[in-house]
């Protein structure tokens, strides 16, 4: 069992940044590929970024591509999102997950989730 704590949501203005941070504990981190998903007001969730387990390769929603980067530290247990030129559009609630193996972009192939963290870009 894993479990995922989010956190570093808030309000920012369109144009601006934020870092998202997700701390995981319960099993050994280096063991699980990272996700991070987002789900908005009356829509359903999807993928944004996934890293594999080295942190070597990642991938990223092409909504994402070139503003948003996924990294994680297996030393601390952490992974994180860090999103630039952030738009309204990407405003939503913020999940972190985990699943062993490979990297995946869909949301019922990762077992482990976080409680979320909200994200507000206000135009």
């Known amino acids: 069992q894993v479990q995922l704590v989010e956190s570093g949501g808030g309000l920012v203005q369109a144009g601006g940044s934020l870092r998202l941070s997700c701390t995981a504990s319960?099993?050994?981190?280096?063991?699980?590929?990272m996700g991070w998903f987002r789900q908005a007001p009356g829509k359903e969730r999807e993928f944004v970024a996934s890293?594999?387990?080295?942190?070597?390769?990642?991938s990223y929603a092409d909504s994402v591509k070139g503003r948003f980067t996924i990294s994680r530290d297996n030393a601390k247990n952490t992974v994180d999102l860090q999103m630039n030129s952030l738009k309204p559009e990407d405003t939503a609630v913020y999940y972190c997950?985990?699943?062993?193996?490979?990297?995946?972009?869909?949301?019922?192939?990762?077992?482990?989730w976080g409680q979320g963290t909200q994200v507000t870009v206000s135009s």
């Open positions: 319960g099993r050994t981190f280096s063991n699980y590929v």
């Open positions: 997950a985990a699943r062993q193996y490979s990297m995946s972009t869909y949301q019922n192939t990762y077992p482990y």
């Open positions: 890293i594999t387990r080295s942190g070597g390769t990642t």
